[in-house]
């Protein structure tokens, strides 16, 4: 008896083989296509996962001890401290050490899946994903800011975050801010708190209403204690701290 009961088939049965082959070929190649596209700055899931409901309240419970701890660390008399400066740097130690654990938190929450819907959440959870982010380094803002902004547009993350967190991003550059929400020490030499330079002081307000702002450019600029110059020009120097 012969291996192959019906040698008549073997035409069939090649053909057959090379169509999964060639198909297993043509994934392969579509794979190495997509994540040339995609670059090497992104190394997380193109595609991420959904969490189940289980997963969803497991998130909820971790992301609201991360913003608990990112708001109570900033809960400090920063007045007070100006006058102490062992104080001041305690305070920046605590501070920074909260934030670096945040990250290691919530980071790999936003690569395994993406940025959540914040009608998923509740109000602190989803602002811890956007305060964990706003307060890292440039690099780590450039990688996640452009998920928050795909979800402000679908209207399920915060549209003023998000512009918050670019004119965060192009301060770190040392670009001109696009809704003057930023404000800064360094960008006169004699260390007054100005607003960052603006792209077009004559349109910032209507941007800023337009993405949802309450407050002109000119009342942030009372409230963060900031004077603001429509002709301010961008300082010498980045930013001191924007990659740390």
Same mark, same amino acid.
């Given at each position: ?38 670059? /090497? ?8 996962? *959904? ?13 609201? &001890?991360?913003?608990?701890?990112? &708001?109570?660390? @900033?809960?400090?008399? %920063?007045? =007070? %401290?100006?006058?102490?400066? %062992? ?38 959870? !989803? ?14 803002? &450039?990688?996640?800011? /452009?998920?928050?902004? &795909? ?16 004119? @965060?991003?192009?301060?770190? *550059? ?31 307000? !209507? ?10 450019? *000119? ?14 020009? %961008?300082?010498?120097?980045? =930013? ?5």
């Amino acid at each position: 008896m012969g291996l192959i009961p019906c040698p008549e088939l073997l035409p069939y049965l090649w053909t057959s083989l090379n169509f999964v082959t060639l198909m297993k070929a043509f994934h392969l190649v579509f794979f190495l296509i997509l994540t040339s596209v995609l670059g /090497p700055s992104c190394n997380r899931l193109p595609f991420p996962a *959904e969490p189940s409901s289980e997963e969803y309240t497991r998130l909820q419970q971790t992301l609201t &001890r991360v913003y608990e701890q990112d &708001r109570a660390v @900033r809960n400090v008399d %920063l007045n =007070a %401290l100006e006058s102490d400066s %062992l104080a001041y740097m305690a305070f920046n130690r605590r501070m920074h050490y909260t934030d670096s654990v945040n990250q290691t938190i919530v980071l790999p929450i936003l690569d395994r899946y993406g940025w959540l819907p914040k009608s998923k959440l509740s109000d602190n959870a !989803a602002a811890a994903l956007y305060y964990v982010v706003q307060h890292s380094n440039t690099s780590t803002i &450039r990688r996640y800011l /452009p998920l928050m902004e &795909r979800q402000a547009q679908r209207g399920e993350a915060s549209a003023t975050g998000a512009a918050t967190m670019r004119d @965060r991003l192009l301060m770190f *550059e040392g670009k001109k801010q696009r809704y003057g929400t930023q404000a800064a020490n360094w960008v006169r030499p004699e260390g007054t708190t100005v607003i960052w330079p603006i792209q077009q002081p004559n349109k910032v307000n !209507a941007l800023r209403k337009k993405v949802g702002f309450r407050a002109t450019v *000119e009342q942030n600029a009372a409230e963060l204690g900031a004077i603001y110059d429509p002709a301010e020009k %961008l300082p010498a120097e980045p =930013a001191p701290f924007s990659d740390n």
